[in-house]
């Protein structure tokens, strides 16, 4: 049965991170300054500010300093959180840091649960996931991976080329994937890497100028060449990085999609308040039926997106991969997040894309959100030939 009442300890610690928000993060976002990434001292000081109030890595094991929620209380705390662009980053909630804690969680051996894991969740050091390449390595078809590492004596060399590695600049480690086999099939032949940032063999050789900055470190091209790693580098195991890169894709594009909806509530909010202010034709702008039209779009956009999210969520705390839900939760939140915040740009006018409003830095931080983590039309692809194997299987047995 799916309940979605919010029980009165979730509810409380809703209450307090809207408090965190609206007394620690919002007021420091005039602190944080244009360029890529946020500043480093910035995010310490709002960090130690988090850790005060209790509410630091909220979604990770009581053990490892978090809070012990599940996925559906992690989605009530994240979306609150991302009311302020500086609210995950502070709570240590935020990509792509909260989606290699996971990871590491479920695969890292105990080694590199006390080199890598441990400090990343205290907040010590920054970390970043690397499997995107330029074309034509992979993108949306992870089949298409060139980067390769070898054996060699003591452990491996990996050669290849990265791209759009979210916080590279900066991390201490980078989790980088390669092809360990010859051919990648049925989900094997890939392999994770764990790389310190101080290993002579990755270098990063830019920042890409993307329009999104809110991500400490920027994005990042990064170069591996003949870059040594040691045996106890391998995440897991050998060929088995697909696999691993499912753990952390599901619940991590849904933890995206709870964080986004944050910023959707935020300049939604930006709208009614200019909706109800403004003047024209003699009467209120949010008594005219076109902008009633709007705000009332973004109420269902809003609203159907928290569905989507808590019933994925729902799912996954049941144990089940979720594949299948988190992916619709995405197409649909991605698309529904800009919508919000394009319609709210709208209703605010000029206002709208001036520096004076934060909408139009909301619409450059959601607009890569249609891209990152599967494409749109990648996840509606797979839900299209998953709808259409479900009939065929229906019509197969008559029903
Ligand atoms: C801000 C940002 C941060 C990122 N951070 C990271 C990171 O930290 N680490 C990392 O490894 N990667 C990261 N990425 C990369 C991201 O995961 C890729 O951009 C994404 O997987 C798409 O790959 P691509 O850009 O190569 O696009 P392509 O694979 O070239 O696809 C281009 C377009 O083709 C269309 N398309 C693709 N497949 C289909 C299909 N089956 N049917 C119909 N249309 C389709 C879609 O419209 C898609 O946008 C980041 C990207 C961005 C923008």
């Given at each position: 049965m799916?309940?979605?009442?919010?029980?009165?300890?979730?509810?409380?610690l809703?209450d307090?991170v809207?408090t965190?928000?609206r007394?620690v993060?919002?007021?420091?976002?005039?602190?944080d300054?244009?360029?890529?990434?946020?500043?480093?001292?910035?995010?310490?000081?709002?960090?130690?500010?988090a850790?005060?109030?209790?509410?630091f890595?909220?979604?990770?094991?009581?053990?490892?300093?978090?809070l012990?929620?599940?996925?559906?209380?992690?989605?009530?705390v994240?979306?609150e959180?991302?009311?302020?662009l500086?609210?995950?980053?502070?709570m240590?909630c935020?990509?792509?840091?909260?989606?290699?804690?996971h990871?590491l969680?479920?695969?890292a051996?105990a080694g590199?649960?006390?080199?890598?894991?441990?400090?990343?969740?205290?907040?010590d050091i920054?970390?970043c996931?690397?499997?995107?390449?330029p074309a034509?390595?992979a993108?949306?078809?992870?089949s298409?991976?060139e980067?390769s590492a070898?054996?060699v004596?003591?452990?491996?060399?990996i050669?290849?080329?990265?791209?759009?590695i979210?916080?590279a600049?900066?991390?201490a480690?980078?989790?980088?994937?390669?092809?360990?086999s010859?051919?990648?099939?049925?989900?094997?032949?890939a392999?994770?890497?764990?790389?310190?940032?101080?290993?002579?063999?990755m270098?990063?050789?830019?920042?890409?100028d993307a329009?999104?900055?809110?991500?400490?470190?920027?994005?990042?091209?990064?170069?591996?060449e003949d870059?040594?790693?040691?045996?106890d580098?391998?995440l897991g195991?050998?060929d088995?990085?697909f696999g691993?890169?499912?753990?952390r894709?599901a619940?991590?594009?849904?933890?995206?999609?709870?964080?986004?909806?944050g910023?959707?509530?935020?300049?939604?909010?930006?709208?009614?308040?200019r909706?109800?202010?403004?003047?024209?034709?003699?009467?209120?702008?949010?008594?005219?039926?076109m902008v009633?039209?709007?705000i009332?779009?973004?109420?269902?956009?809003?609203?159907?997106?928290?569905l989507?999210?808590?019933?994925a969520?729902w799912?996954?705390?049941?144990?089940a991969?979720?594949?299948?839900?988190?992916?619709?939760?995405?197409?649909h939140?991605?698309?529904?997040?800009?919508r919000v915040v394009?319609r709210?740009i709208?209703i605010?006018?000029?206002?709208g894309?001036?520096g004076?409003?934060?909408?139009s830095?909301?619409l450059?931080e959601v607009r890569p959100?249609?891209i990152?983590d599967?494409?749109?039309?990648?996840?509606?692809?797979?839900?299209?030939?998953r709808?259409?194997?479900?009939?065929?299987?229906?019509?197969e047995s008559g029903?």
């Amino acid at each position: 049965m799916i309940d979605f009442a919010l029980d009165e300890p979730l509810v409380d610690l809703r209450d307090r991170v809207r408090t965190f928000v609206r007394e620690v993060a919002i007021p420091a976002e005039a602190r944080d300054l244009p360029g890529h990434g946020l500043d480093e001292a910035l995010r310490r000081e709002l960090q130690a500010s988090a850790k005060g109030a209790g509410l630091f890595v909220p979604q990770l094991s009581e053990a490892l300093g978090g809070l012990g929620l599940d996925m559906r209380g992690t989605a009530v705390v994240l979306e609150e959180s991302g009311y302020s662009l500086l609210g995950p980053q502070a709570m240590h909630c935020a990509a792509p840091d909260e989606g290699n804690m996971h990871l590491l969680d479920k695969v890292a051996d105990a080694g590199q649960r006390a080199r890598y894991l441990e400090p990343l969740a205290a907040g010590d050091i920054r970390s970043c996931f690397a499997m995107t390449e330029p074309a034509p390595g992979a993108g949306s078809d992870p089949s298409m991976l060139e980067t390769s590492a070898e054996r060699v004596d003591g452990g491996w060399s990996i050669s290849g080329r990265k791209w759009f590695i979210t916080g590279a600049e900066g991390a201490a480690f980078t989790i980088c994937m390669a092809r360990t086999s010859g051919e990648l099939a049925g989900g094997r032949g890939a392999t994770m890497f764990l790389v310190d940032a101080d290993n002579p063999g990755m270098r990063i050789e830019r920042i890409v100028d993307a329009a999104d900055r809110s991500f400490p470190g920027g994005h990042a091209e990064v170069v591996f060449e003949d870059c040594r790693v040691a045996e106890d580098a391998v995440l897991g195991e050998v060929d088995q990085g697909f696999g691993y890169a499912q753990v952390r894709l599901a619940p991590a594009r849904l933890t995206h999609c709870m964080r986004w909806l944050g910023i959707a509530r935020r300049a939604h909010d930006v709208a009614l308040d200019r909706a109800a202010g403004r003047e024209l034709f003699g009467q209120r702008l949010a008594d005219l039926g076109m902008v009633q039209r709007l705000i009332a779009e973004s109420e269902t956009d809003i609203a159907t997106s928290r569905l989507l999210v808590w019933h994925a969520a729902w799912v996954l705390d049941q144990g089940a991969p979720g594949r299948g839900e988190t992916s619709l939760a995405k197409a649909h939140v991605a698309e529904a997040v800009y919508r919000v915040v394009d319609r709210s740009i709208q209703i605010c006018g000029a206002l709208g894309v001036s520096g004076d409003a934060p909408l139009s830095r909301y619409l450059n931080e959601v607009r890569p959100f249609r891209i990152y983590d599967g494409p749109t039309e990648v996840h509606q692809w797979a839900l299209a030939r998953r709808a259409v194997r479900r009939r065929q299987r229906e019509a197969e047995s008559g029903a």
